[in-house]
């Protein structure tokens, strides 16, 4: 398989980066089932959007935080953990 969260898609990003080191690597993605699936099996921090396609799941409303007892819910149901978590990310 490729893509994510299936850690060949990551082996080449990182190879094409040349970055050995990684520490040096956050993943940055509004997926539990992708996003910080993938960064947790090839070892790598991660921050969850949550604010992105999790948004109404976890209360999430235009310009707001996310009702913290939901996002809690919704990642312990996940069986993933990011590092951290912020409600928007803006390019």
Known sequence: MHGKPF???YE??????GIADRRRILAVGDSL?????GAETV?????LVAGGIHGEEFGIAEHEVPDLE??????????HRPNAVIARFRW
């Open 12 to 17: 080449m990003c990182f190879a094409l980066l």
């Open 33 to 37: 089932r992708t996003d910080i699936a």
């Open 7 to 9: 850690a060949p898609v």
């Open 43 to 47: 070892g790598i921090d991660s921050v």
């Open 70 to 79: 939901r996002l809690a819910a919704g990642v312990a149901a996940s069986g």
